[in-house]
């Protein structure tokens, strides 16, 4: 069951705005697979699939977010939302938002990280 609270750094995101990630996260990676599929298909030269770094990124951020209820997006802008989507709320202190910003940049670079392993893997796909 995902936090209800805001918890600097920890968590920064209710229900809704965890499913709303997870949803984003299935979606990229479909179009990462059917953009890996059709590239294989017209046999383009396999370095171009190397674009798929953008929409698995996506997906990763979107999972890694859903997975620990914290939008490194709402850290980067201080903001948190345990209620209806659009319904934010701005972290009052400032060591709050920097513990925020920490944990939003460690999401982006893990979505990155896995971003490129499976750029790099589709590329020797094949």
């Known amino acids: 069951m995902p936090e209800t609270n805001y918890i600097a750094g920890v968590c920064n995101i209710g229900t809704e705005e965890i499913i709303r990630r997870r949803n984003?996260?299935?979606?990229?990676?479909?179009?990462?697979?059917?953009?890996?599929?059709?590239?294989?298909?017209i046999e383009v030269n396999p370095w171009w699939r190397l674009f798929v770094f953008f929409p698995a990124t996506l997906s990763a951020s979107g999972f890694l977010q859903a997975y620990f209820g914290f939008c490194s997006g709402f850290a980067r802008k201080g903001l948190f939302n345990f209620g209806s989507l659009g319904q934010t709320?701005?972290?009052?202190?400032?060591?709050?938002?920097?513990?925020?910003?920490?944990?939003?940049?460690?999401?982006?670079?893990y979505a990155v990280i896995i971003g490129i392993v499976v750029a790099i893997v589709s590329v020797l796909v094949v």
């Open 89 to 109: 709320q701005s972290v009052a202190d400032d060591p709050s938002r920097a513990k925020d910003r920490k944990r939003g940049n460690q999401i982006t670079l």
């Open 24 to 41: 984003l996260g299935w979606i990229s990676l479909a179009v990462s697979a059917l953009l890996l599929t059709v590239l294989i298909l």
